[in-house]
């Protein structure tokens, strides 16, 4: 019976939508009460040994607001030419990066640094992006729409879209409440999203998190590599890597120079990174330091994509890196044998969440 009256009140959104649609200099406006409200707390499955996943007290995630992010971040309706989506740089099976070293936009123009994995991205309190140039998920997804290079939109066109659509006043008033189509906005679009994105955690089931719970064991050569990683064996050399890839996100999330490039002054970044958000030279050539979880599924690496595999980064960090002006104290030549750097290699592999990427609850809704 519910259903029968849903797909009846869809009926009349669709009809009022289209008949609305022949006088585009007409606003749309569709009377949504009749739709139940009925909003039921998005209960997230963390870890227990993860940290707080916060929310802003204007954003609660819900079922429905969930449910209307996902939407839209798999909908091309957000790009201009309706050619692509979130997703097209963000995949789920490549634990929402894209494999690339630069992405194309809309235009089939590079972005210019390479798309980020988007595991537990809820976490990340001290900045988005490579750089940290914006504080939340709601204001990050503003940008990739009006981005020229990635979907160059514009909110009031999304909206517009957005209002006219037969599915998505419906989906906007389970989620927020609204009372009528008019009141979709670019400010609800974005909330949707960043509740969507704050799903996507880390499933526990990793190598990596079994044994931590107690459910697996390392190979002895894995656990070489995790003694390795988190400088456990005074006989071994110390990798140094968990100063800055710390359990359990496996990153800090601090903004360091790990040597990376070539600079012999803070004004020779071609990219300054950091240095662009605080405005201060000697965060120049700075970067976040990315989340090492499912590493394996998104090379290539580092904010330019220039390193292609996982051998190459860590030889990269056994060669102690380039001269580069605020080079991290850490990053120095390691030491590392052959032996060393092929069980650092298996540690990594055990960071591989497969569940993660193939949660349905991830996947686009339309599929
Ligand atoms: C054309 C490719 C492309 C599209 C489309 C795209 N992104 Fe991205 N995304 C990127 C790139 C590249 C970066 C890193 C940019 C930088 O640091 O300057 C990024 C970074 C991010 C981050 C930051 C993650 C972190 O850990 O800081 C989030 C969140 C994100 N994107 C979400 C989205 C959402 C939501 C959409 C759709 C509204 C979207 N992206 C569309 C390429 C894309
Ligand atoms: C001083 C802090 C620091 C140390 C120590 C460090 N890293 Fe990093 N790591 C970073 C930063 C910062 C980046 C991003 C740099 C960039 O893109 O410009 C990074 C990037 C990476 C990446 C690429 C991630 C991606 O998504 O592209 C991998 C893999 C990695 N590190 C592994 C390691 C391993 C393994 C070790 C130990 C051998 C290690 N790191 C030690 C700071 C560090």
Redesign the pocket.
Known sequence: MKFITLTYLSWIILVLGCSKDTNPSEGMSTNLRDIPYTPIIYEADIPEYFPQLEQPTDNPMTLDGVFLGRN??YDPI??IDSS???????LPDKS???QLA?????NGK?????????IN?GF?YS????????QS?EE??????E?V???NNTWPEVVKRLKRSSEYPEMFRRAFGINNSDEISKDLA?KA??Q??RTLISSGNSKYDKVIKGLAAFTDEEQLGFDIFFDRDPELPDGECFHCHSAPLLTSNDYLNNGLVAAEEFEDFQDIGHGMVTGNRIDNGK??V??LRNIEFSAPYM?DGRLETLEDVLDHYNSGGQISKGKDALISPLGLSKDHLKALRSFLHTLNDEDFMSNEDFSNPKG
């Not at 692509?84 to 963000?90: E, T």
């Not at 630069?102 to 809309?106: A, E, H």
């Open positions: 839209l971040f957000l790009s692509l989506s979130c997703s097209s740089c963000h929402f990066t894209d630069k992405s194309p936009g809309v590079l972005t210019p640094r390479s798309s980020m994995s988007l991205v990340y900045g988005l992006f490579w750089d940290g140039r914006v998920l990050q997804a503003i940008h990739p729409v981005d290079i990635e979907l974005v999203i960043a969507f994105e970067f976040r990315p989340t904010h």
